[in-house]
């Protein structure tokens, strides 16, 4: 079978399928034996086990495989080991496959998210399942003839390629959360519409980065130690392009760049493994506790710069604004790019309108805050009644607080979305 055929196979009525390795199994008689609930195991539905049983470690064990084995009914064609052929005349063509688990916000590009239990089933997100946030078509990236450009002040530059970058500079690790300036958009536009792609609770991931520090690279380029101090920035490009040619671009200011506590990565390995194309192989930059925007992927080069990046993305794009601006009096110009994000939470489990039963209630979420602040406080009371709304609230070691409502921080481009996250249950007898 293909993935596509596997795909279709997504409900009971349809059937459930799912693959693990070059295996396909159709699971639809344990759906309802599953241990978890026949809601867990849907979301592998159509898809790969793999990224879930990351999550739910029991799954690795040689009894649940043999259970799997009496479900088999079939293996993947050996061609789809290849990439397709695509088609020429759409730029999105040549795009890797998803998981079928992701919740689509657009296909073209692709921007998706994972289901919002997931996200606390591990404190890493499987790399299949880790939300993306693409502008552009997918580059196809020939890695034994990718060259990275960095340039330094007075014309110093160097050319690396990844085989150099991995030999040239010590790797290091981060642990990092990335999210999109427009997680939870969607509770913007419902107090009034909004520009963007409508993004539930799952623009945020955390993963675990391996790669070369900016900083080193930096140096090696020239860059002096002490040159974050005056107002310069490092301005990063993409090999994704649109039709014309213009590549995605963002930009941070040196004074980061350069310090060893930001830990600002040009990462080649996500969770120990190759960069997926989807998250930038085969380098991307991770700047930790900074709007995701400025993370750029297929990096083609790096550049000091005494203004930041004149991308469209950071002069004209992910910009926060007061309430009364509105399309006809925005001026992006007069606001400062974001960077570091304002502190985060959000309920994960039980979702929106789910029956939860009497007594004590288990209530998981998210918190998180920019610029590396710890969160010191988070809560969720649960009322006694038999209709309820749980609410969480996250305060960072600044004392920064979510504001209770969206009303006084929505903006026209819906970014910064982050007042109080409200789930509304019903509590069965």
Known sequence: YTRAEVAQHRTPKERVWVTYGTDVFDVTEFVELHPGGPDKILLAAGGALEPFWALYAVHGQPHVLELLRDYKVGELSPEEAAAPPGDSADPFSGDPPRHPALRVNSLKPFNAEPPPELLTQSFLTPNELFFTRNHLPVPAVEPGSYRLRVEGPGGRALSLSLSELRRRFPKHEVTATLQCAGNRRSE??????????????????????????????????????????????????????????????????????????????????????????????????????????????????????????????????????????????????????????????????????????????????????????????????????????????????????????????????????????????????
């Open 188 to 429: 913007m536009s419902r107090v009034r519409p909004v520009k963007g792609l409508a993004w539930d609770i799952g623009a945020i991931s955390t993963a675990r980065w391996g790669g070369a520090r900016l900083r080193d690279v930096l140096l090696a380029a020239g860059v002096r130690d002490d040159s974050g101090d005056g107002e310069w920035h490092v301005c990063f490009e993409g090999l994704d392009a649109d039709a014309s040619g213009t590549p995605y671009g963002a930009s941070i200011p040196l004074k980061r760049a350069l310090s060893a506590e930001a830990e600002v990565l040009l990462a080649y390995e996500m969770n120990g493994r190759e960069l997926p194309r989807d998250h930038g192989f085969p380098v991307r930059v991770v700047v930790p506790g900074v709007v995701g925007a400025r993370s750029v992927k297929w990096l083609r080069s790096v550049a000091v710069s005494p203004s930041e990046s004149p991308s469209h993305w950071q002069q004209n794009d992910y910009k926060g604004f007061c309430p009364s601006v509105d399309w006809d009096s925005v001026d992006f110009g007069a606001a400062p790019a974001i960077q570091e994000l304002p502190v985060q939470s959000a309920i994960t489990e039980p979702r929106p309108g789910a029956a939860v039963p009497a007594g004590e209630l288990t209530v998981k979420g998210y918190a998180w805050s920019g610029g590396g602040r710890e969160v010191v406080r988070l809560r969720a009371p649960v009322p006694a009644g038999a209709r309820l709304e749980l609410v969480c609230k996250a305060v960072d070691r600044s004392y920064n607080v979510q504001p209770d409502t969206v009303g006084p921080i929505w903006n026209l481009r819906g970014v910064l979305s982050n007042a109080w996250h409200r789930v509304p249950v019903t509590v069965t007898k």
